[in-house]
């Protein structure tokens, strides 16, 4: 279940993450500070940490295998935050980014059940 390494996938994940949730925020206003709140609110570690414990008992047991992997993945993290939440986002990407790549139908699925949840 992996061609890139689990850092790569966290790359690619938190960039369709990312555009994921500023193609939804932009129908939502049109004041840019409250546009500016909205997005960084949904791309915060915690709010990545939190859908990944959402979604957990959905992934199969290979997701669940790679999401652990990518969680455990040396990483660098500033002093000041929550390591073990940054780690967790970093396992959340990791996903999207497998998913984005691998299998959009699979992306698909979790986005809609995302919007669902942001609603």
């Given amino acids: 279940m992996e061609e890139l ?10 960039a369709v993450w990312e555009l994921f949730i ?5 129908y939502k206003t049109q004041n840019a500070k409250l546009l500016h709140k ?11 940490a939190e859908l990944l414990q959402l979604i957990h008992d959905e992934l199969t047991d ?3 295998d790679f999401a652990r992997r990518a969680r455990n993945t040396s990483i660098p993290i500033g ?5 073990n939440e940054y780690r967790h986002a ?12 691998h299998n959009k139908t ?8 995302f919007r669902g ?3």
């Fill in 62 to 64: 290979d997701e669940k």
């Fill in 38 to 48: 909205l997005t960084t609110e949904m791309v915060r570690a915690s709010y990545q």
């Fill in 22 to 26: 500023r193609e939804y925020t932009v």
């Fill in 5 to 14: 390494s689990l850092r790569n996938y966290a790359h690619i994940g938190d």
């Fill in 90 to 101: 970093t396992a959340f990407e990791a996903l999207i980014g497998f998913w984005y790549l």
């Fill in 106 to 113: 699979r992306l698909d699925y979790f986005f809609n059940k």
């Fill in 117 to 119: 949840m942001i609603e």
């Fill in 79 to 83: 002093r000041r935050n929550n390591q």
